[in-house]
C-alpha cells in the first residue's frame, strides 16, 4: 500500500530497521554505513540510507539499530540434531578410557538409535534456539531418527531448516534398528519431502530433504533411487563425502573407483548433491563440483583432523560451499562465528602458510561463505545469503559494545575478525523478530536446558 505525505509516496512495511551498518553480502559487497531495511510480508523490500528509507516507509515497527552491524543470518550447512544431548560426552569418556574407532559408528550411531521421539523433539529444541541466539537462522539436517519431531521443534523455535531422515540400507556394525530395507529407505525419504515441500518463493520456513548416510553404508541401487526422487521433487541429497580413507578405500576396493568418481559413474553427482566435509577431495574431485555444480560443506572443527580440506581451493572455483558444525558431540559450539574463524586460520595453514603468505585467506571469505556459500548449498541461493531486496527477510544484528569490538578501525573489522554469537542481539527470520537482547523469545530456552540436562544424565549409558 501506498500513501502520499505532501510530495514524497509513502509506502507501509511491517518493520523498518534503522540507523545499522548494513554490509549486505550481495554481488558488490555494498555496505551502508548508517542504513536502513525495509521488510514487507516477510521479504526485504528495500536496503539503503537511513535518511531515505526513513522517508520513503511507514513502518507497523520501527527497530533502531544504532551501534550494530546489520548481515544476512547465516547457515549451518551441515548439521546433526540427533547428535546435541552428545554434548561433551566423548570429551568425557575420554578422559577414562580410549576411544574405540570409527567415532562416527561406535557412538554416534548408537546414541541416536537410543533416541526417543521426545528425544528427539527436545534436541531440536536446544540444538535450534542455540542455533538462533548465535545468528543461524537456517541449518542443513544430515540425517537423523524422527525427522517429524525436528521439524516440529524448529517451527516451534522459528528457525529456518531443512531436515531428513538417516537412510542406511547395508553395512557392518550398524544398529540394527537403523537399518531398513532399500524400498523402506526410500519410501520414508519420500515421505519426509511430501510432507515438507518447498515452496517457490521459499515462504515455508522448514522443508523436507532426502539423505544418504555414506556410500558404505548404502547400496548403489539406494543412492541412485533417492537421487531420482530427489531430483523429481527439486530437493537436496544430503551426505558425507570423501570424509575419511575408509571411504575411499571401499569404493575402491568395491567399484575400482575414489567415492567421487563412482557417483559420477552411476549418475548422482549433480547439484542434487551435497557432500558435506569434502575432506579429502583431490584436485580433479574439486574440478567435478565445481564442473557438476555439486555442493559440500567445510565442518572447521573436525576436518582438520582427518586432512587437509581444501574448502578455500573449492570456494574460489566456484563450488556451492557452505560452513558447518557437524553438530554438538565433536567440539561442542553451534557458533558459526567460531567456525568461519577455525576455518580461516586451518585455511591459511593448508593453502598460504607453506609458501609464505600470510595473508592467503581474504577476511571476508569465511564469513562469506557460511553466509552466501550457506544459502547456494542449501538450494536458496534466490531467496537467502544477502540483502537485497526480493530476498526472505532473515536479519542478524551484531552489536559492537563488547570489549572485543572496542577500538576497532571499522565494523566490517571486527565483524570479520572478531565478531561471535556471543555479540548477537537480535535475529530476524521472515522479518519476524525470534531473538531480543541476545535471548531467544520464541520458547521458555530454562525450561529447555534444565530437562535437557536431565535427559542427557540418562542417555550416557547408552554410548559407554
Known amino acids: 500500500m501506498t ?26 559487497r555494498r555496505v551502508v554505513a548508517d542504513g536502513a531495511i525495509a521488510i514487507t510480508d516477510g521479504v526485504i523490500a528495500e536496503v539503503g540510507p537511513t535518511a531515505e528509507l526513513a522517508e520513503r516507509w511507514d513502518p507497523a515497527r520501527r527497530v533502531l539499530a ?4 546489520a548481515i544476512p543470518g547465516l547457515t549451518d550447512a551441515h548439521f546433526h540434531t540427533a547428535q546435541t544431548l552428545m554434548r561433551g560426552l566423548i570429551s568425557t569418556l575420554q578422559q577414562t578410557r580410549a576411544l574405540r574407532v570409527p567415532t562416527w559408528r561406535e557412538y ?36 537423523g531418527p524422527h525427522p517429524e519431531l525436528m521439524a516440529s521443534a524448529a517451527e516451534q523455535v522459528g528457525i529456518r531448516g531443512t531436515v531428513t531422515v538417516s537412510t542406511m540400507d547395508t553395512g557392518s556394525r550398524i544398529p540394527e534398528s537403523m537399518i531398513t530395507t532399500t524400498e523402506q529407505a526410500l519410501a520414508r525419504n519420500v515421505a519426509v519431502v511430501d510432507a515438507l515441500p518447498t515452496a517457490a518463493d521459499g515462504s515455508n520456513r522448514v522443508t523436507g530433504g532426502m539423505s544418504l548416510r555414506q556410500v558404505i553404508t548404502c547400496s548403489t541401487e539406494l543412492v541412485t533411487a533417492i537421487h531420482a526422487e530427489a531430483q523429481r521433487r527439486g530437493v537436496k541429497v544430503h551426505t558425507h563425502l570423501v570424509e575419511g580413507t575408509y571411504e575411499i578405500d571401499y569404493c575402491l576396493e568395491r567399484y575400482g573407483l575414489r567415492p567421487v568418481d563412482y557417483l559420477r559413474d552411476i549418475g548422482v553427482f549433480t547439484p542434487t548433491l ?24 567445510h565442518c572447521a572443527k573436525g576436518n582438520y583432523a582427518i586432512g587437509a580440506a581444501p574448502a578455500i581451493r573449492m570456494w574460489r572455483r566456484g563450488v556451492p560451499i557452505g560452513l558447518g558444525t557437524d553438530g554438538v558431540a565433536t567440539l561442542g559450539t553451534l557458533d558459526i562465528f567460531r567456525v568461519a574463524m577455525l576455518a580461516r586460520v586451518g585455511q591459511q595453514l593448508v593453502e598460504a602458510t607453506g609458501s609464505h603468505n600470510r595473508n592467503g585467506i581474504a577476511p571476508e571469505e569465511p564469513l562469506s561463505m557460511a553466509i552466501r556459500g550457506g544459502a547456494r548449498a542449501s538450494g536458496f541461493a534466490d531467496h537467502l545469503g544477502a540483502l537485497t ?30 565478531a561471535s554469537g556471543r555479540d548477537v542481539e537480535s535475529v530476524f527470520v521472515d522479518g519476524q523478530q525470534v531473538v531480543a537482547d541476545g535471548e531467544v523469545t520464541t520458547v521458555d530456552v530454562e525450561r529447555v536446558r534444565y530437562q535437557a540436562a536431565r535427559r542427557q544424565r540418562e542417555l550416557m549409558d547408552a554410548i559407554g
Do not use: W
Open 108 to 143: 554416534y550411531l548408537p546414541f541416536e538409535a537410543a533416541l526417543t521421539p521426545e528425544d528427539v523433539q527436545l534436541s531440536g529444541e536446544l540444538a535450534y534456539t542455540t542455533m538462533l541466539a548465535g545468528g543461524t537462522t537456517n541449518f542443513l539436517e544430515s540425517g
Open 3 to 28: 500513501i502520499k505525505e505532501g510530495d514524497v509516496p509513502v509506502r507501509r512495511a511491517d518493520v523498518l530497521i534503522q540507523n545499522a551498518h548494513v554490509v549486505t553480502f550481495d554481488d558488490d
Open 389 to 418: 531486496a526480493g530476498r526472505r527477510a532473515d536479519v542478524v544484528l551484531v552489536g559492537t559494545s563488547s570489549a572485543d569490538a572496542a577500538g576497532y578501525a571499522s565494523p566490517e573489522a571486527f565483524l570479520y575478525e572478531c
Open 66 to 69: 544504532s551501534g550494530q552491524i
Open 274 to 297: 551435497h557432500g558435506a566435509h569434502s575432506v579429502l577431495a583431490g584436485d580433479a574431485d574439486i574440478s567435478a563440483y565445481a564442473e557438476h555444480q555439486v555442493s559440500a560443506c
